[in-house]
């Protein structure tokens, strides 16, 4: 998917989602949803994942045993 904006500029500023101060840009994304609006870095960052579809799964993690004489084998479960 993919997403486009416009950076207007970057700086400091009172971010519009957050009300907080911080360093961040100006941007406005191509789907109107948010017109040169100041967001910090940190809330950009959020609503791009967001807009992507969240954030990537992670593999499941399987657990091993280490068996005192040999290769580490699949626990079971």
């Not at 904006?5 to 100006?26: N, R, V």
């Not at 406005?28 to 809330?43: P, Q």
């Not at 807009?51 to 699949?74: S, W, Y």
């Amino acid at each position: 998917m993919a997403i486009e904006l416009t950076i207007h500029g970057t700086g400091t500023g009172t971010c519009s989602l957050s009300g907080k101060e911080g360093e961040g840009l100006t941007v406005s994304f191509g789907d109107g949803t948010v017109k040169e609006a100041f967001l910090s870095t940190k809330a950009f960052h959020q609503l791009v994942k967001m807009k992507c579809g969240g954030t990537a799964k992670k593999p499941p993690v399987i657990p091993t045993v280490q068996p005192v004489n040999g290769p580490p084998v699949p626990a079971k479960t």
